[in-house]
């Protein structure tokens, strides 16, 4: 069975970290890309950070402060978030595409239940 599950959200104060996983299953993540995105109420699904066996990309409110890796062996994909601010409270999820970062939310294929991160004092 395919799936994805994220987890490591949480509450964390201006300026923390946090690091979310997205558990793969039912499939070899080295033939997908895997996004993150997020989402706030009242607003669409916001893709921050993707990742493939060749690439990453990340959108400009993110850059320098989250990075994005994959461990192939434990078929998990991390998001490391640094220097967090109030407006990076979120739904976060994981989701996944065959091999390419491009596109918006509708073109990946399968998505996590989401982990709530947030950033407040």
């Known amino acids: 069975q395919v799936q994805l599950v994220e987890s490591g959200g949480g509450l964390v104060q201006p300026g923390g970290s946090l690091r979310l996983s997205c558990a793969a299953s039912?499939?070899?993540?080295?033939?997908?890309?895997i996004a993150w995105f997020r989402q706030v109420p009242g607003k669409e699904r916001e893709k921050i950070s993707c990742a493939n066996d060749d690439s990453t990309e990340y959108l400009d409110s993110v850059k320098g402060r989250f990075t994005i890796s994959r461990d192939t062996a434990k078929n998990t994909v991390y998001l490391q978030m640094d220097n967090l601010k109030p407006e990076d409270t979120a739904v976060y999820y994981c989701a996944r595409q065959v091999r390419l970062c491009s596109g918006d939310a509708s073109d990946f294929i399968t998505w996590g239940p989401g982990t709530q991160v947030t950033v407040s004092l």
């Open positions: 039912g499939f070899t993540l080295r033939y997908y890309a």
